[in-house]
């Protein structure tokens, strides 16, 4: 296969809205517990939070985190995760029927976030609860003091106040598995009540509302508008989530997942638009995708609510996916898929940071190790700096038994006025061939290339091959196929990789 790709600073999209390379953290499986946090682990803090998992956590440099769930937060009080430990309540966790102990609340998510250096992302309950608790949960995050709830805080130990600017109104309130799910009528009047209640407590804020669960719930579409119908004025995104895995080793349809992403981030544009027409608003809403990433669901017998039968116990291995080099791949295109809408999707988070469907991988009382996985998302968030470019390309096409007239080759580049840089991320989804790439630097100045990675199955590897047993097996390595000549970068892509150049 070939491809050939025009970048040309004069064809810039938007900022790369530095939010786009978020993360997500639910109190889910061992995403907390033995994930971040482990009190007994030889390499807790003395905060209990395990600092081999946060030096992964900071290499890999997500820019925000969104917390605490997820299906979690619509059965949460977050009160039970505030004030001194031993005094928590054990609940149940309806949404993963699990013991919940609270050990890890608030407070101790916002010191993880403070360490990490990224932005916390929070989530209200809009399931079992509704606007007075979205109320005092922000009154105790954001205002300043002399209050009921903001001195509760000060008494718990935070003079000041976390200042949170990002908040989700509830978790896939279309999905029938939530706790207090709700027609998109009953969301869209509880979204824009509770939103304009929290604004009066806080005019900073940037409120998210939840669209579908993934687009093929029978009411995408008709949900995005009416909750927007409802709410409007009131927020300032709305969510996307999605989830993709192989099945039946059809790995040609699983390589070309992002296209459907395009289409559902497409989709939601056009809804929310249409909203905007109708209603004469003037404000655009813009997309949160605040949950996305390969899970191989049907392993785990999809996420709907466990039998009561089944034992309740606190953190169970829940969706603990291994993820390898045909899944890196996948992951670098959709996040090739979010940048080239960053004009329009300014918000995202992958789901999961840690142990679930996560970047990472932690044992209790062992290693942390990065997955196959965590590579793109980490060079992406490092490189992709400036303007998004819209890349003119060429590809040769496949069809797949899902999708046809797939890119072969698919490509995004951001362009850095300021250093005179550009970044170029390049997925070669053919699985048995390498692709000759031409990429025409001219209209970005480019002469030379000043550092490339590849990532693909090496000696000994297959598409399989992931970082469980040898935790180095998979990572970018350095990349020498290519050539610049007259402002003509040529390559030869490995067969199925994930190739990252810099330029000068
Ligand atoms: O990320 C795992 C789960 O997927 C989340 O809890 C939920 O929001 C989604 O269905």
Redesign the pocket.
Known sequence: PTARLVLDSAFALAPVPRRLFGS?V?H?GRCVYTGIFEPDHPAADEDGLRTDVLELTREIGPTVVRYP????VSNYRWEDGVGPREERPTRLDL?WHSVETNQFGLHDFMTWADRVGTEPMMAVNLGTRGLQEACDLLEYTNHAGGTYWSDRRIANGAADPFDVKLWCLG??MD?PWQVGHKTAAEYGRLANETGKAMRLIDGEIELVACGS?NSSMPTFGSWESTVLEHCYDTVDYISL?A?YEEYDDDALSFLASAVNMDRFIESVVATADAVRARGRHSKKINLSFD?WNVWYMRRFGG?GPKSSSVEWKPQPRL?EDEYTITDAVVVGTFLNSLLRHGDRVTVACQ??LVN??GLLRSEPGGEAWKQTIAYPFEQMVRLARGQILQVVATSDLFDSDSYTDVPVVDATATYDAETGRAAVFVANRSLTESASLEVDLRGIGGTAVRAASTLHARDGQDRHTTNLERHDAVTPVRFDDHAVTEGLLTATLPALSWTVFELD
């Open positions: 997500f639910e889910m769930g997820g299906n979690f949404a978790n896939e999905g669960s989530h989830y949950e996420d969706i789901a999961q679930v469907i």
